[in-house]
């Protein structure tokens, strides 16, 4: 699996929001767990542009995926540095490089396929971050580890919550169809909390809110590249239950701009959501704007399908004032600009038109 490509030059704007703090990355060596999914080649896509005359030195990747809905067709540019391999979390990683960043984006994100295989979902969030950890551990000169939660943790807030600060501590069941990641993405912060006040492993913790963007494949399931899929294909969009629900969302410049400011700005031991609180829309709304952006698209109301995990938050949306604050972090794209964009990307892609 290779970088993406970025025709638009939006990799560069990501680069251009660390200001100095990108050159922490010179010659350094960093561990990118589930670098075959979306928010992988991402990461992968701004190290290869780092190394393309950014940096003094180049960065090395060593990328692992266990490709359990990763894909391993290569795209974009080939960087030298960075390696990917396949590897399962889950176990131990014979890693003897020294390492001086550690990013933990594997999971199995989306709700489709976290019902599919929830004991692989909680195996990624729960071993996978111990092994990591330990990894950790071993590597006294490691400046950062990000560790990938979700606002899923917070799972049906109280409204008196929403927008939702990281204080909240969530309303969540644990034996629910959703149970498996939400469940497991909230030990998966415990873990890392406790290794760095153990071990002084110097983890940080991000709770991103919907993120989307060129690179979703188009049978991911996740609300953004569905719709898009629909609509493409002359297909109403399906919205399930009543429309109401409400989602915020991200768009992948702003979002790894954040990720990687948690990395490198967080305070150690803690959680920091990441979003964009302006875009906050109910679905049939979300629908309804694809009307607007491809035109012919209906859309229908139906009932929640078995293959989708009950019990959905009725609301989401972040408070961003402690990413504001400790991390600089801003989203800057709104809602319309981010899904034309992402519209565009999609309809270059031949799976779309399927
Ligand atoms: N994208 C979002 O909006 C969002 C929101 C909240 C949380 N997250 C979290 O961020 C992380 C990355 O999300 P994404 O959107 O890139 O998901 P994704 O599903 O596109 O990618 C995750 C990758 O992890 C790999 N993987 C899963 N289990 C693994 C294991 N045991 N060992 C090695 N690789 C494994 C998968 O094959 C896949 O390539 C996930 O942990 C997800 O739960 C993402």
Same mark, same amino acid.
């Given at each position: 699996?290779?970088?993406? $490509?970025?025709?638009?030059?939006?990799?560069?704007?990501?680069?251009?929001?660390?200001?100095?703090?990108?050159?922490?990355?010179?010659?350094?060596?960093?561990?990118?767990?589930?670098?075959?999914?979306?928010?992988?080649?991402?990461? $992968?896509?701004?190290?290869?542009?780092?190394?393309?005359?950014?940096?003094?030195?180049?960065?090395?990747?060593?990328?692992?995926?266990?490709?359990?809905?990763?894909? $391993?067709?290569?795209?974009?540019?080939?960087?030298?540095?960075?390696?990917?391999?396949?590897?399962?979390?889950?176990?131990?990683?014979?890693?003897?490089?020294?390492?001086?960043?550690?990013?933990?984006?594997?999971?199995?994100?989306?709700?489709?396929?976290?019902?599919?295989?929830?004991?692989?979902?909680?195996?990624?969030?729960?071993?996978?971050?111990?092994?990591?950890?330990?990894?950790?551990?071993?590597?006294?000169?490691?400046?950062?580890?990000?560790?990938?939660?979700?606002?899923?943790?917070?799972?049906?807030?109280?409204?008196?919550?929403?927008?939702?600060?990281?204080?909240?501590?969530?309303?969540?069941?644990?034996?629910?169809?959703?149970?498996?990641?939400?469940?497991?993405?909230?030990?998966?912060?415990?873990?890392?909390?406790?290794?760095?006040?153990?071990?002084?492993?110097?983890?940080?913790?991000?709770?991103?809110?919907?993120?989307?963007?060129?690179?979703?494949?188009?049978?991911?399931?996740?609300?953004?590249?569905?719709?898009?899929?629909?609509?493409?294909?002359?297909?109403?969009?399906?919205?399930?239950?009543?429309?109401?629900?409400?989602?915020?969302?991200?768009?992948?410049?702003?979002?790894?701009?954040?990720?990687?400011?948690?990395?490198?700005?967080?305070?150690?031991?803690?959680?920091?959501?990441?979003?964009?609180?302006?875009?906050?829309?109910?679905?049939?709304?979300?629908?309804?704007?694809?009307?607007?952006?491809?035109?012919?698209?209906?859309?229908?109301?139906?009932?929640?399908?078995?293959?989708?995990?009950?019990?959905?938050?009725?609301?989401?949306?972040?408070?961003?004032?402690?990413?504001?604050?400790?991390?600089?972090?801003?989203?800057?794209?709104?809602?319309?600009?981010?899904?034309?964009?992402?519209?565009?990307?999609?309809?270059?892609?031949?799976?779309?038109?399927?």
């Amino acid at each position: 699996m290779k970088a993406l $490509q970025d025709p638009a030059g939006e990799t560069q704007g990501i680069i251009d929001s660390l200001g100095a703090d990108v050159h922490r990355f010179s010659g350094k060596t960093i561990l990118l767990a589930g670098g075959a999914g979306f928010l992988g080649r991402h990461f $992968q896509s701004v190290f290869t542009r780092m190394n393309d005359g950014i940096l003094q030195k180049p960065c090395k990747v060593i990328s692992v995926d266990s490709y359990i809905t990763g894909d $391993q067709q290569q795209h974009g540019v080939h960087d030298p540095h960075i390696v990917n391999v396949w590897a399962d979390i889950a176990y131990p990683l014979p890693i003897r490089q020294d390492l001086d960043f550690i990013i933990h984006a594997a999971g199995v994100a989306s709700p489709v396929y976290y019902m599919q295989y929830p004991l692989e979902t909680i195996d990624s969030a729960v071993q996978g971050t111990k092994n990591l950890m330990e990894l950790a551990r071993r590597n006294k000169k490691l400046e950062g580890l990000l560790y990938f939660s979700s606002s899923e943790i917070y799972g049906d807030p109280d409204p008196s919550a929403v927008p939702t600060p990281e204080t909240y501590h969530g309303y969540v069941s644990s034996t629910g169809p959703r149970a498996c990641y939400d469940e497991s993405k909230r030990l998966g912060e415990t873990i890392a909390t406790i290794y760095s006040q153990r071990y002084d492993v110097p983890a940080t913790i991000v709770r991103p809110f919907n993120v989307f963007g060129p690179g979703m494949k188009h049978n991911d399931r996740r609300v953004v590249p569905m719709f898009t899929y629909e609509a493409m294909n002359g297909r109403s969009i399906p919205v399930h239950g009543t429309g109401h629900q409400t989602r915020t969302f991200c768009y992948i410049t702003d979002a790894i701009s954040g990720f990687l400011k948690t990395l490198l700005r967080g305070k150690v031991g803690e959680a920091y959501n990441i979003g964009n609180a302006e875009n906050e829309i109910a679905m049939a709304k979300l629908a309804e704007l694809y009307t607007t952006l491809i035109p012919g698209s209906t859309m229908k109301l139906i009932d929640y399908p078995e293959t989708y995990p009950a019990g959905e938050p009725q609301r989401r949306c972040p408070d961003l004032t402690k990413s504001a604050r400790d991390l600089g972090y801003a989203s800057q794209v709104d809602l319309k600009t981010g899904l034309s964009r992402f519209i565009a990307w999609a309809d270059t892609q031949p799976d779309y038109h399927v």
